[in-house]
């Protein structure tokens, strides 16, 4: 499965495209990183890693996950 990633030194965000349902609760919840309409349309950079976990954590269909690249645990 295609997949993409996104990081902010901190964590990866993984985007599966095929996953998306286009819910858009990643641009509701956070539309400072979310940008469908540009590319890259995930900028991981404006929100703490805290906030972006909280946003994947909430994404319906999965589409969007995460794996930690500092020492802190998942």
């Known amino acids: 499965m ?3 990633e996104y990081s902010n030194g901190e964590i990866a965000i993984i985007w599966q495209p095929k ?3 286009h819910a858009a609760e990643c ?3 956070l539309p400072k990183v979310y940008h469908p309409r540009e ?3 995930i900028t991981p950079e ?4 805290e906030e972006l976990i ?3 954590n909430c994404c ?3 589409a969007l996950t995460y794996r930690r690249l500092d020492s802190a645990t998942e």
């Open 2 to 4: 295609d997949k993409k």
């Open 19 to 21: 996953k998306c349902t």
């Open 27 to 29: 641009v509701k919840r």
């Open 39 to 41: 590319l890259p349309w």
């Open 46 to 49: 404006h929100a703490n890693t």
């Open 54 to 56: 909280a946003q994947i």
């Open 60 to 62: 319906p269909s999965g």
